[in-house]
Nanobody, 125 residues
Framework: QAELVESGGGSVQAGGSLKLSCLSSIKTASSYCMAWFRQAPGKQREGVAAIYTGSNNPYYASSGKGRFTISQDNDENTLYLQMNSLKPEEAAVYYC??????????????????WGRGTQVTVSS
C-alpha cells in the first residue's frame, strides 16, 4: 500500500513562509503526477499545484500562482511546497496526493488515487 506522509506545517504570522514536504513510498518505473491540495474548515478541498515526478514543468492552480513553488527530490521520493508571503485566508490542512493513472497532471481531486493525512498550516494576522 502506497503511503504519503506530509510534514512541515505549523503556525506563522501573515507574510511568513513555510516549506511543506511529502515523502512518498510509491515505487514505480513510470512517472506519476503528484500534487498539493488544501482544505480549510467548511470549505471544499482545492488544488494548489501539481507536477509529474522527474519533470520540471509544474502546473499551478490559481490558488498557488505567484507565491507558492512546487518542487521535488526524486532521489528522496519527496515533494515540496514552498509557500511565501502567507495570508490568513490560506490557513488550511494541506495534503499531498498521487495520481498513477497518467494523463494530464493538474489539480482535479477526483484524479488522485493516494492521499496523505495532511499537515496543518495556521496563519495569524
Amino acid at each position: 500500500q502506497a503511503e504519503l506522509v506530509e510534514s512541515g506545517g505549523g503556525s506563522v504570522q501573515a507574510g511568513g513562509s513555510l516549506k511543506l514536504s511529502c515523502l512518498s513510498s510509491i515505487k514505480t518505473a513510470s512517472s506519476y503526477c503528484m500534487a498539493w491540495f488544501r482544505q480549510a474548515p467548511g470549505k471544499q478541498r482545492e488544488g494548489v499545484a501539481a507536477i509529474y515526478t522527474g519533470s520540471n514543468n509544474p502546473y499551478y492552480a490559481s490558488s498557488g500562482k505567484g507565491r507558492f513553488t512546487i518542487s521535488q527530490d526524486n532521489d528522496e521520493n519527496t515533494l515540496y511546497l514552498q509557500m511565501n508571503s502567507l495570508k490568513p485566508e490560506e490557513a488550511a490542512v494541506y495534503y499531498c496526493a498521487a495520481d498513477l493513472n497518467g494523463g494530464y497532471c493538474y489539480t482535479d481531486p477526483s484524479n488522485f488515487d493516494y492521499w496523505g493525512r495532511g499537515t496543518q498550516v495556521t496563519v495569524s494576522s
